[in-house]
């Protein structure tokens, strides 16, 4: 068993930051199989970082309100954990989930207090969440607005782990994946206390992996290179009503809603390789970007391309960095025959965009 760390109490001040602390490390050079001893896949990461954070909502201006890190070894094993809140100096967002109000968090370290401590407990690991691309973004957007890069280069979704395992689940929870190995929740959405049942659910699932000699689902994250502060809401600085927050009614109209115009242009069909980008053409984007998205998005609008938010038959082009991921949009792309483009030759195309066909 993973060391137990019990959920800081909610208004202490260990609650803002917990330092790490190393624990026992049995490692087990070879994964089980039956009766005999396997050896464990040489292709597999050397160490994990298992992650969780909250945030003030779902958006790319929303913030984290706190963080929590388990490192484990190569074979799953704990090295050390980490937690620490996060002041984002603007309402907390729901605090009915997170029970972050905006008094616990006065006095809580700003993120680029925090950047570099977090950042040494990610460097050289993979970063393992459940459902890692949001946790990954929310990071990437994080160190992007204190001009930092953070130090991951693949992450694994344990979503996705639980689907190449096939395991029996009801659905793909955290909660259905910690009955499922017999881990006990202690304070659903307190960061530490998720890391600390992912950790725990992801070992079991890693050595079942490495039993079967099967690939883990790793992706690329891409930081982002280029970053655009979004246009502040009435909630970023909102003055908090009932219990520090807003109610669950009002933060649902929280999340903002992005509307472009409909394109002017036909859609000329297929991109076709080696040519130009022609004006009306539909393209759907997956994956992470090194341009943030909503920028890249921006340009291919301003260019006349029409930004599509999945793929079809009649989706002219899909712009991505891992051909091969298993995300809805890769899939059916590779189902239909879609053209694709990474993001720097799509970039590069966009600077020269063809006029649409007259008439």
């Known amino acids: 068993m993973l060391e137990d760390q019990p959920a800081a109490p909610q208004d202490s001040a260990a609650r803002r930051r917990v330092p790490a602390q190393p624990t026992a490390d049995p490692r087990t050079p070879t994964a089980k199989s039956g009766d ?31 963080a929590a ?7 799953g094993h704990v090295e050390d954990h980490w937690y620490s809140t996060v002041n984002p100096r603007r309402d907390p967002g729901p605090t009915w989930i997170h029970g972050l109000t905006r008094e616990a968090l006065a006095d809580a370290p700003e993120f680029p207090d925090v950047a570099e401590d977090f950042a040494a407990r990610l460097a050289g690991r993979v970063l393992v969440a459940h459902n890692a691309v949001f946790d990954w973004m929310m990071i990437a957007r994080e160190y992007a607005r204190t001009e930092r890069v953070a130090p991951v280069r693949q992450r694994l979704c344990t979503i996705a782990l639980s689907k190449a395992l096939s395991l029996p689940l009801p659905n793909h929870k955290l909660e259905s994946l910690a009955a499922h190995y017999g881990v006990v929740q202690r304070q659903a959405h307190h960061a530490l206390d998720d890391a600390r049942v992912l950790a725990e659910s992801f070992r079991p699932s890693l050595h079942l992996a490495a039993q079967a000699d099967i690939p883990l689902p790793l992706l690329a994250c891409r930081p982002l290179t280029e970053w655009s502060e979004p246009l502040p809401t009435d909630r970023d600085e909102a003055a908090p009503t009932t219990g520090g927050s807003r109610s669950p009614a009002a933060y649902g109209r929280w999340r903002p809603t992005r509307k472009r115009p ?33 920028l890249l998005e921006d340009r291919a609008t301003e260019a006349g391309l029409h930004i599509a938010s999945s793929v079809s038959g009649r989706t002219s082009l899909l712009v991505t960095n891992d051909p091969r991921s298993v995300t809805s949009k890769a899939v059916k792309a590779r189902a239909h025959g879609t053209p694709v483009l990474d993001e720097a030759a799509f970039t590069q195309l966009l600077q020269d965009v063809a006029p649409a066909p007259a008439g």
């Open 36 to 66: 005999r001893q396997a050896p464990w896949p040489s292709g597999y990461p050397t160490g994990y970082a298992v992650v969780d954070v909250e945030t003030t909502g779902l958006a790319r201006n929303d913030r984290i309100v706190s």
């Open 69 to 75: 890190v388990y490192q484990l070894d190569a074979q």
């Open 262 to 294: 409909p394109c002017p242009y036909p859609n000329p069909g297929p991109y076709e390789p080696g040519g130009p980008l022609v004006q009306g053409m539909r393209v759907a984007i997956s994956g992470d970007t090194s341009v943030e998205r909503e």
